[in-house]
């Protein structure tokens, strides 16, 4: 299994001093930047585009940008995250008409592909794509908001594709987005996951050292 990664959701910092906020959470351990990319018609919500990316780039960060694109049809918006300085990109098979292409898609440009799959996605959608995959996002909550709790039954669902990753055989992130904090991360950790999104557990913390080491030392009990 791979290195652990907590990646800090920005949809939770303070985006009146977000260059600053993202200097200080990557100060405290943060291994990726975690950017999520909703526009008011795939999920009900309008965040940020490719132009706060360029900006975080522009500002000196240079740890990994994993994007997350919650926007319906997908392809078009690719090429433009990617020369913002995407490192990740990963979308919703609900949101391509061809999953297979927007990877290689996402590929042609420089950056690793990922598929990500809502509460109610069944795993099968990545029996045909699995090998041409880095990461793999299962939402633990239904995408569109922060702050929710954790779907317990994605426990079930993450084992069920580290059995896949591990079949396949390749080196495949299995990332978990969604009520990710402290208390919960070791369970998540021991089904599977490598990679963790947190966004107001980590930003709503007064100190973000602490909470990021907690999560880190959490998950490097039971791997």
């Known amino acids: 299994m791979q290195s652990t990664v907590i990646a800090p959701s920005i949809l939770s910092a303070n985006f009146a001093k977000l260059g600053e906020e993202v200097d200080n959470v990557l100060a405290a351990g943060a291994d990726w930047v975690h950017f999520d ?31 997350h694109l919650m926007v319906e049809p997908v392809d078009r918006i690719v090429p433009d995250f ?10 919703h098979p609900e949101a391509s008409a061809h999953v297979h292409r927007t990877v ?21 959608v990545l029996d045909w794509v699995l090998d041409d995959l880095d990461v793999v996002l299962l939402m633990s909550v ?3 908001f922060g702050g929710q709790s954790f779907i317990p039954s994605t426990l079930a669902k993450l084992r069920r594709v580290r059995e896949m990753i591990d079949r396949s055989g390749r080196a495949i992130r299995l990332e978990v987005d969604g009520g990710v904090k402290a208390d919960n991360i070791a ?5 599977g996951a490598d990679s963790f999104v947190a966004g107001s557990a980590i930003f709503g913390a007064a100190d ?3 909470v990021i080491g907690q999560m880190k030392a959490a998950v490097a009990a039971v791997r």
């Open 37 to 67: 990319v909703m526009d008011n018609h795939y999920v009900p919500n309008l965040t940020i585009g490719p132009l706060v990316c360029e900006a975080l780039r522009k500002h000196g960060v240079t740890a990994p940008i994993d994007v």
């Open 208 to 210: 973000y050292a602490q």
């Open 104 to 124: 290689q898609l996402i590929k042609s440009h420089g950056c690793q592909a990922g598929l990500v799959l809502n509460p109610g996605t069944p795993v099968e």
């Open 82 to 91: 990617a020369k913002a300085g995407a490192s990740i990109i990963t979308f």
């Open 142 to 144: 239904n995408p569109g």
């Open 187 to 191: 369970e998540i950790a021991a089904a």
